[in-house]
């Protein structure tokens, strides 16, 4: 499977929505329970914030849907390690899919595997 650079790019920051969704939720949850200024932050726009977290899980199972896909169709991969990197993608997304990301769909090459030779 061959992803162009803006694709991929692309494929990066889509990657990394869920992250900075998750850190912008428990900032606006640690202001609500603090009882900052804006303590109500949560409990004001709550309509806004369900569609929101909605849309970040549709989002992930894409993201996941996709990361496996790829991950069984790619020969980057070692045979023996893609079992692993399924559990990993399907346990820690948020974590592991952008270290996927940055191993295995950002170099550039002859389609070989991106494994490090031991």
Same mark, same amino acid.
């Given at each position: 499977?061959?992803?162009?650079?803006?694709?991929?790019?692309?494929?990066?920051?889509?990657?990394?929505?869920?992250?900075?969704?998750?850190?912008?939720?428990?900032?606006?949850?640690?202001?609500? @329970?603090?009882?900052?200024?804006? =303590?109500? /932050?949560?409990?004001?726009? #709550?309509?806004? !914030?369900?569609?929101?977290?909605? $849309?970040?899980?549709?989002?992930?199972?894409?993201?996941?849907?996709?990361?496996?896909?790829?991950?069984?169709?790619?020969?980057?991969?070692?045979?023996?390690?893609?079992?692993?990197?399924? @559990?990993?993608?399907?346990?820690? =997304?948020? /974590?592991?899919?952008?270290? #996927?990301?940055? !191993?295995?769909?950002?170099?550039? $090459?002859?389609?070989?595997?991106?494994?490090?030779?031991?």
């Amino acid at each position: 499977m061959k992803l162009s650079k803006p694709l991929k790019i692309a494929l990066l920051a889509t990657t990394v929505l869920p992250l900075i969704y998750m850190v912008m939720f428990f900032a606006s949850f640690a202001l609500t @329970v603090s009882g900052g200024s804006r =303590s109500n /932050v949560i409990f004001d726009n #709550f309509g806004i !914030l369900m569609a929101v977290h909605l $849309g970040v899980m549709l989002l992930m199972f894409a993201l996941i849907t996709f990361y496996i896909v790829f991950l069984f169709k790619t020969d980057r991969v070692k045979t023996e390690m893609k079992a692993v990197w399924a @559990v990993a993608i399907f346990m820690g =997304s948020i /974590v592991a899919m952008p270290i #996927f990301w940055y !191993l295995y769909i950002w170099p550039s $090459g002859d389609g070989r595997s991106a494994e490090p030779a031991a």
